[in-house]
Structures are given as structure tokens and as C-alpha cells.
Nanobody, 112 residues
Framework: VQLQASGGGLVQAGGSLRLSCAASGRTFSNLAMTWFRQAPGKERELVAGIESVKGRFTISRDIAKKTVYLQMNSLKPEDTAVYYC????????????????WGQGTQVTVSS
């Protein structure tokens, strides 16, 4: 399974970005895909588990296209990080060690 992420970049605080991640290669019908992020000097964390992004970030999936999206609105400087898509066979889990496949990471920088 290969994961290709896109959509990162530089945005001003309050702006929006949408990240996409498409799976290719040998894929599975029950491939769970999600997003992590890693800020400088911090551990990689599951985006869906971050309290500060709730109400601003939305993860959606297009099963037919084998693609997962991360819509990020009202971005803040503290959202600056490298964003990674991740996948595993089965259901979504919360820790990075439970994911077998990773995208290359896409940088999101939010300026104040």
C-alpha cells in the first residue's frame, strides 16, 4: 500500500486548507485511513484525538477513491506541523504504532 498526501502549504491564521491522501498499490477493502500530525519537538499524534481541533477540522473518506481528506478551518499558528496520513487493515486505532502504512508527510505552516 502506498499513500500519497497533498495539499499542505503556508496559510495565514484564520484560513483554511484541505489535505488529501490517496491509497494505491495493493489495497484492502477494509483499509482504515486517518491523519496524524507532528509539530516541531513533539510526538506524532492522532488528529482526531486532539481536543483543540474539534469543531475546526473534519476528516472525511471517499471509499471508492481510496482517499481520505482533512478539511482544516480557522487555522491557528499552533496547528503548524507535518501532517501524515496513515492506514491499517481493520478499524481505526489511536496510536501510531498500530498503523502499518504511512504517507510522506505534508507541511502545514500557519502564520500569525
Amino acid at each position: 500500500v502506498q499513500l500519497q498526501a497533498s495539499g499542505g502549504g503556508l496559510v495565514q491564521a484564520g484560513g483554511s486548507l484541505r489535505l488529501s491522501c490517496a491509497a494505491s498499490g495493493r489495497t484492502f477493502s477494509n483499509l482504515a485511513m486517518t491523519w496524524f500530525r507532528q509539530a516541531p519537538g513533539k510526538e506524532r499524534e492522532l488528529v482526531a484525538g486532539i481536543e483543540s481541533v474539534k469543531g475546526r477540522f473534519t476528516i472525511s473518506r471517499d471509499i471508492a477513491k481510496k482517499t481520505v481528506y482533512l478539511q482544516m478551518n480557522s487555522l491557528k499558528p499552533e496547528d503548524t506541523a507535518v501532517y501524515y496520513c496513515a492506514a491499517r487493515v481493520g478499524v481505526t486505532r489511536t496510536t501510531r504504532v498500530e498503523y502499518d502504512y504511512w504517507g510522506q508527510g505534508t507541511q502545514v505552516t500557519v502564520s500569525s
